[in-house]
Structure formats: C-alpha cells, structure tokens
C-alpha cells in the first residue's frame, strides 16, 4: 500500500502542477497551500475515526450524526447572523436548495461511510485520489481546458496507483 500511496501522490502532484502557474504569488499562495494541507490533514482524522466509528455503529447512523454535527452549526450561525427574511425566497430556489442539499451533500456522505464500512480509510483515500485526474478530464471536456502532457502522465500514475491496491493478484493453487 505504501508503494501505491507514492504512485498516486506523485500522479496528483504531476496532474496539479499545470495549475502552478496560474497561481498567486508569495504569501497568498503559502497560505493556500497551507490551508489545502490542513484540510487534507482534516479529510484524513474523519477518514480514520468514521472508519473505525461506522464499524461499531454502522454506515446510516454514523452519517446520521455527522450530519446532525455539521448543520446544527451553520444553522446556529444563520439564525444569529441573518434575517429571516432571507428565507423568503420563490419555490423554485427552494426546490433547487434541497435538490442539491440532497444529492450533493446528503447522499455523498451517506456513500462515503458505506465505503469506509465495506472497503476501509486506506482503500478509499486512494481510490478517492482520482478526484483531481476526473477534475482535470471534466474541465477539458466540458469547459474546453488545456490538457498538458505532464497532467495524462500524472493522471496515468494515480490511475496506476489505484490499480495497485485494488486490483488482487490471482494466486495459484
């Protein structure tokens, strides 16, 4: 696994360095950085913990309570910091609101703690690497976005890395 985890992080250093360019400079972009880092590092704590966690308490309650954890908050900090007129809003930006509520945020995380309890952190944090090649390939697609020869290699080796963990030799009898 340790071999696959430095396939698949040197692919997505190779797939985002195109980006490098494009970036601001000095402080602003060590800050970036160092913020991406702290969120990865974050991703990584509720990967393990919800693995071991959705083991005991299973998939649907575990994401029960992770959803419970992270809207009481940004509710709290409507009701203090906002009207409640901004809750007038037509029906369709409402219906729109709950369609994307459900199947961008709802049904993600009900899907990422059925994996962490079918497949485990360490299988899925490597699957999950393919994040930034589909990102890639979806803005040349559909946004017309350049696709560096240095990106196809970079996707090459995570899609490689992937392989590694998830695909099982076949042993001989």
């Known amino acids: ?5 430095g ?6 250093a190779l797939v985002v360095s195109n980006q490098l360019g494009a ?3 000095g402080r602003l972009f060590l800050f970036g950085a160092l913020l991406v880092f702290a969120s990865a590092m974050c991703y990584a704590v509720y990967l393990v913990s919800g693995s071991q966690l959705v083991q005991r308490i ?4 575990f994401t029960a309570y992770t959803m419970i954890v992270s809207t009481a908050p940004a509710v709290a900090q409507f009701l203090l910091l906002e009207s409640r007129q901004a809750l007038e809003l037509p029906g369709a ?3 729109y609101a709950i369609l994307l509520a459900t199947a961008c945020t709802v049904l993600p995380v009900f899907l990422v703690a059925e994996a962490l ?6 299988h899925f944090a490597l699957i999950g690497a393919l994040g930034p090649v589909t ?3 979806a803005d040349f ?6 696709l560096a020869p240095v990106q196809i290699l970079g996707g090459t080796l995570v899609i490689g890395g992937v392989l590694l963990v998830t695909i099982k030799p076949q042993r001989s009898a």
Do not use: F, K
């Not at 696994?1 to 985890?5: D, F, G, I, K, V």
């Not at 299973?58 to 309650?61: C, F």
């Open 58 to 61: 299973g998939s649907a309650r």
């Open 93 to 95: 930006v409402w219906g």
């Open 117 to 122: 309890r079918r497949i485990g952190a360490n």
């Open 7 to 12: 396939v698949t992080y040197a692919g997505i």
């Open 23 to 25: 970036a601001p400079e």
């Open 141 to 146: 697609a559909l946004l017309e976005g350049a």
């Open 1 to 5: 696994e340790l071999a696959a985890l």
């Open 135 to 137: 990102t890639v390939l």
